[in-house]
């Protein structure tokens, strides 16, 4: 089965300051894709950055970059320089197939 | 261009009851896939149309159904509500060719069942 976890159920980080959310998952598929996602209060879920599992390359979105550990089946988001528009909750998620698995979600607070 | 959406935005049903909670699209996408959201949980597949057929199906219940029409809409249906169906209701939409590796969401349908 597979499954997505993530650890932190909430976290909190001063404006300005670096935060890095976790999260580990469980496949035996070799090409899937691998997503965070930020939903705030006002429910839309919009994606933060994606990785290809066949692209060694971590990948960078402006202030968010995720460190891809294949082997050790690990996919952590760092969000650099945070923002109060940062507060939101964030899961994690792993798509294969056209099926996309959810983590449980890390709530984040930015505080100013 | 217009993102994907869902209507309606709210829904207030009792137990028993029927309910039919629509998506469209964002353009050009030909895939709709669909979310359960619980309080406090992440979204759990319920199921994807291409073509107008369910494509793939997570592990919902035969009182969830959908269709998918010819301009890619769809609409999502819950026979015999239950407290448990309260949640918050998600449809994405893709590419089933090129571009299946992102799913592009709606603002959601809250459904609350008394």
């Known amino acids: 089965a597979q499954t997505v976890t993530q650890s932190q159920p909430e976290m909190s980080v001063q404006e300005a300051e670096t935060v890095t959310l976790s999260c580990t998952y469980d496949?035996?598929?070799?090409?899937?894709?691998l997503f965070w996602y930020k939903q705030p209060p006002s429910r839309q879920m919009i994606l933060v950055i994606r990785?290809?599992?066949?692209?060694?390359q971590n990948a960078t979105e402006n202030r968010f970059s995720v460190n891809f550990q294949k082997a050790a089946k690990s996919f952590s988001l760092k969000i650099s320089d945070s923002q109060l528009g940062d507060t939101a909750m964030y899961f994690c998620a792993f798509l294969a197939y056209d099926k996309v698995i959810f983590g449980p979600g890390t709530s984040l607070s930015v505080i100013p | 261009d217009a993102g994907v959406t869902q209507s309606p935005t709210h829904l207030i049903k009792t137990r028993g009851q029927q309910v039919t909670l629509r998506c469209s699209p964002k353009?050009?996408?030909?895939?709709v896939s669909w979310y359960q959201q619980a309080l406090g949980q992440g979204p759990q597949f319920i199921f994807q149309?291409?073509?107008?057929?369910?494509?793939q199906r997570g592990n919902f219940p035969d009182r969830f159904s959908g269709h998918q029409f010819p301009n890619y809409s769809s609409e999502l249906n819950v026979n015999a509500l239950l407290l448990g169906d309260s949640a918050l209701y998600l449809c994405?939409?893709?590419?089933?060719?090129?571009?299946?590796?992102?799913?592009?969401f709606g603002p959601g349908t809250r459904l609350t069942v008394l």
């Open positions: 149309y291409y073509e107008e057929e369910e494509r």
């Open positions: 994405a939409s893709s590419y089933w060719t090129s571009g299946r590796d992102e799913q592009f």
């Open positions: 496949t035996s598929e070799n090409n899937y894709y």
């Open positions: 353009s050009g996408h030909d895939t």
């Open positions: 990785q290809e599992a066949y692209k060694q």
